[in-house]
């Protein structure tokens, strides 16, 4: 295998819909010339081609992997790294420089949008941290047993619906208040899921407007949850009153969701949802074909090299 082990491997993905999205990688190559960084890039065709470019950077001997991306794009490259035995794994290095329609796994770590020169800067410093990554176990319509692993969240129900317009929105949209527009829209239609969802000894068998759960901060419905405990994060939400949607919204945007009489939070190592009757499910921002049957959802502890500011 070539070694390129002080040679960063960068997978840039164009960020869906901009205007110039050229004009993004322009910045990020100056900054890396200013900076005298080594590297070698590869640009992300489609939204599914990173996985396939990641892998070729690994078997490439990259040790420093980048992904010039958002949190779609992170969660492939985190698919493929777990495709990679773990002595090879433990080797490599992910890092991110955000650039995509939502960006909340790098928020986590306080990396702006924008501030390219930060992430180069985090990159090169390259102070690595161990952490965890959620997995979703389930089996397809062909009766294929499968998995999905996850950085930031999975969300069953309104909220993976809402995810979902939030990727397709334009504009000012873009912003954590493109949530706004189209939860008012479902949320008035009053949505709720039939479910049966057991969480270590507490068993939910009810109608669900959403569940949330976090190995970081879930799009705001999981605010405490951190990608290094060893535990996810869970938040059960019944449909609230009409009278509660904006101290809802309010609390939501300022962080204190759990605070709401509708949110349920919990914390676990495994939760199973034996039942979710037609509801969407989102894996990091990015709606998958819903499981046929029961599904588990579990953590898996210090699995990824993840580089942190």
């Not at 794994?89 to 992910?94: A, Y």
Request: aromatic letters at 8%; a positive charge.
């Amino acid at each position: 295998m070539p070694s390129n082990d002080n040679k960063w491997g960068i997978v840039y993905c164009p960020k869906s819909g901009a205007f110039r999205p050229q004009r993004k990688w322009e910045k990020v190559e100056k900054c890396l010339k200013d900076k005298n960084i080594d590297y070698d890039f590869v640009q992300s065709e489609t939204s599914g081609s990173v996985e396939r470019l990641v892998k070729m950077m690994i078997n490439n001997g990259y040790k420093t992997i980048v992904v010039v991306g958002g949190d779609s794009a992170l969660n492939e490259a985190v698919n493929c790294f777990m495709q990679t035995p773990k002595e090879m794994r433990d080797d490599i290095s992910l890092g991110v420089i955000p650039n995509g329609l939502m960006n909340d796994f790098a928020h986590f770590w306080d990396m702006e949008d924008n501030d390219i020169e930060q992430a180069v800067e985090t990159i090169a410093k390259h102070r690595v941290r161990k952490i965890d990554l959620g997995c979703i176990k389930y089996t397809n319509e062909k009766g294929e047993k499968c998995h999905r692993h996850f950085l930031n969240c999975i969300s069953i129900g309104l909220v993976a619906s809402v995810i979902q317009k939030r990727r397709k929105a334009q504009g000012a949209f873009l912003s954590k208040l493109s949530f706004i527009p189209s939860s008012l829209l479902m949320i008035f239609q009053r949505l709720e899921y039939k479910m049966r969802i057991k969480i270590d000894t507490d068993v939910i068998d009810r109608k669900v407007m959403t569940v949330c759960v976090g190995n970081a901060q879930g799009y705001g419905f999981t605010p405490s949850a951190v990608p290094y405990n060893g535990l996810l994060d869970v938040s059960v939400v019944y449909h609230p009153e009409v009278v509660q949607l904006v101290e809802g919204f309010y609390l939501l945007f300022s962080g204190k969701i759990l605070n709401h009489r509708s949110v349920h939070p919990y914390r676990t190592q495994e939760i199973i949802v034996e039942k979710a009757e037609r509801a969407q499910i989102s894996v990091d921002g990015r709606l998958m074909n819903t499981p046929t049957g029961p599904f588990k959802i579990i953590v898996q502890q210090e699995v990824i090299n993840f580089i942190i500011p």
